[in-house]
């Protein structure tokens, strides 16, 4: 199977990267290196999953159309072809003070996402959400039963 994973840096991404690649799977890693996180971190990241076998990593940012086309380029389409997209703008206080850049980030990159796996006829597709969907949500213990309003 050939997968591209966006936020292949961040520590899901990184650690959904390495669980592929140790079961035979081609990934094309896909990552902003936004400064969001440490970005020596995810260099360190970046570097151990170069170092594997079947992995091709790439630099983009969701709202760049190039990128974002090449790393569909590398993909390909049809049978056998997954997105694992799991890149997005975090942090709940975040979103707050930022909503312009998290809408941009997770919502018109997401929606790329989709169109471009539906216009490449990609034959899968998960999706992870960010935590900002729950807002200012006062439950100490957020669940996927949470209001999100």
């Given amino acids: 199977m050939k997968v591209l994973v966006t936020g292949a840096a961040g520590f899901i991404g ?8 140790d079961r035979g799977d081609e990934v094309i890693g896909f990552d902003a290196f936004t400064q969001y996180y440490d970005p020596q971190l995810k260099e360190r990241r970046h570097a151990q999953l170069e170092n594997r076998k079947g992995y ?5 940012d969701l709202l760049d159309e190039r990128a974002l086309d090449a790393a569909f380029d590398a993909l390909g389409s049809g049978p056998g072809t997954r997105v694992c997209h799991l890149a997005a703008q975090a942090g709940v206080r975040h979103s707050i003070l930022h909503p312009e850049e998290f809408m941009q980030d997770n919502i018109v990159g997401t929606n ?5 796996c539906k216009v490449r006829e990609v034959e899968g597709v998960v999706y992870a959400s960010s935590s900002s969907v729950y807002g200012d949500n006062a439950d ?10």
């Fill in 14 to 21: 990184f650690h959904t990267c390495k669980a592929l690649l």
């Fill in 56 to 60: 091709r990593g790439l630099r983009g």
């Fill in 112 to 116: 790329r996402i989709f169109e471009l």
């Fill in 140 to 149: 100490a213990i957020l669940s996927e039963a949470s209001n999100t309003d």
